[in-house]
Structures are given as C-alpha cells and as structure tokens.
C-alpha cells in the first residue's frame, strides 16, 4: 500500500471546531510534509516536520510525529470555512530524494 | 500564483494528438517534477530532472515525453493518449531534490488533461 496514508478519508465539521487528521508511513523517513488542495488545484505547502522532532506549530496548525509508531497527525484549530480542502501527507528520505510519496488525502468540508 | 506556471490550464485532445504541456519556473529551484492525479488515486510520481538531467522515470508509458531544456522549464509531450490518461496533471520544483534536508515542493495549478 501507499507510503503516507491519511485518515480519515473524508471529514465534515462545523466552523469553529477543530479538525484533526492522521497520516501514517511505513518506511524511515527525513521528513514529512502536509499539503492542502483546493478543488483541481496545485497543492501547497503548509508545514515541514523533521524526523527528529515531535510537535511543531505554525499559525492555527500543529503537527506531530511519532517515529516509532509511524504516524503523524495534522490539528487545524477554529475551522474556518476557507480551510475547506484535500489535505495530504507527503515523506520523504534521504536515500529515496526526490521521490515523495502522497496518500490518498483527507477532504476537510467545513460548513459556515 | 505559487512561482510555478503550468499551460494550458486545461487541454482536450484525441487520441491521435500530438500536445505538449509546459511548466516554468522563476524560484531558482534546482528540481523540477510531473506529478499524475487521477480521481480517486495518490499522486503519481511520473518524472524527476535535477540540475536539468532526469533522475527518475517511475515506469510511465512512452506516449509520455519529458523534456528539460533548462532548470526552470519542464514540459511534457504527449503522443497517442488513451481515455484513461485523462488525469489533472501537476508540476512542481524545489530547490535540492524533495526529501533531501528540508528541500518542500511548490506545485503549479496544474493542466486538467482531457482525452477523448
């Protein structure tokens, strides 16, 4: 199965609720990255976590990542209905650069 | 508008067209990818140029052509499509290959390929 595979499949919630999102891989990994998607879009970067560390926040953000059980997970505080979108995880490792490999995404539907 | 740009935004052609879609990019980045996004599916890593020179061909069908005439230009020339190669197809770069130090992608918007 895929490297990187997010869960849930799809999310639906209330604005102003929080919205979490896991993501787990199999292999060692350097990094692992989130990306969000808006409807046939591109993707864009939201936030780097390196392998050695465990939390890390950037605005209404915060991810973790347990090495040891191969997981991270992706928090969006106060949901807004703009964070609607297919929020991806992406690893990567040094021996396999330049080949990041993307689950298969959880769709956020945040309703007004 | 992300530094990547990727014509034309959408494109239907037939199965004996001969198209090619274009990615360029002004960031200085060093890498430069095709990503195929298919409904339902992961993103499929097609093609990897580092420093112009491909670095990897995750096994896709000759009908798909990459060409990299520099760092910040990628295209990817299609030849005999079939239905089933309708997809949103996305390009990317990075400044060092993605995976290696803190090295992220940034996408263009992508090029909804439809093949009738």
């Known amino acids: 199965s895929q490297q990187g595979e997010e869960d849930p499949q799809a999310l639906s919630i209330q604005e102003g609720e929080n919205a979490t999102m896991n993501c787990s891989y199999k292999t060692s990994i350097n990094n692992l990255q989130w990306y969000r998607q808006n409807s046939g879009r591109g993707l864009v970067h939201l936030i780097l976590?390196?392998?050695?560390?465990r939390e890390k926040h950037s605005g209404r953000l915060r991810v973790t990542l347990d090495t040891s059980k191969k997981s991270s997970s992706l928090l969006i505080t106060a949901s807004r209905a703009a964070d609607t979108a297919s929020y991806f995880c992406?690893?990567?490792?040094?021996?396999?650069?330049?080949?990041?490999?993307f689950g298969d995404g959880t769709t956020l539907t945040v309703k007004p | 508008e992300t530094g990547v740009t990727q014509t034309p935004r959408h494109l239907v052609m037939g199965m004996t067209n001969k198209k090619s879609l274009k990615c360029e990019q002004h960031?200085?980045?060093?890498?430069m990818y095709w990503y195929k996004q298919s409904a339902k599916k992961p993103l499929e890593l097609m093609f990897v140029?580092?420093?112009?020179?491909?670095?990897e061909n995750n096994s896709v069908p000759s009908r798909f052509s990459p060409e990299c005439p520099n760092s910040s230009h990628l295209f990817l020339h299609l030849h005999t499509l079939q239905p089933e190669d309708s997809a949103l197809y996305l390009c990317a770069s990075s400044q060092g290959l993605a995976g290696a130090g803190a090295n992220v992608l940034t996408f263009g918007a992508g090029s909804r390929l439809t093949v009738l």
């Open positions: 960031l200085g980045h060093n890498a």
């Open positions: 976590i390196r392998s050695n560390e």
């Open positions: 992406a690893t990567a490792s040094n021996t396999n650069a330049g080949k990041s490999t």
């Open positions: 140029y580092n420093f112009k020179e491909q670095t």
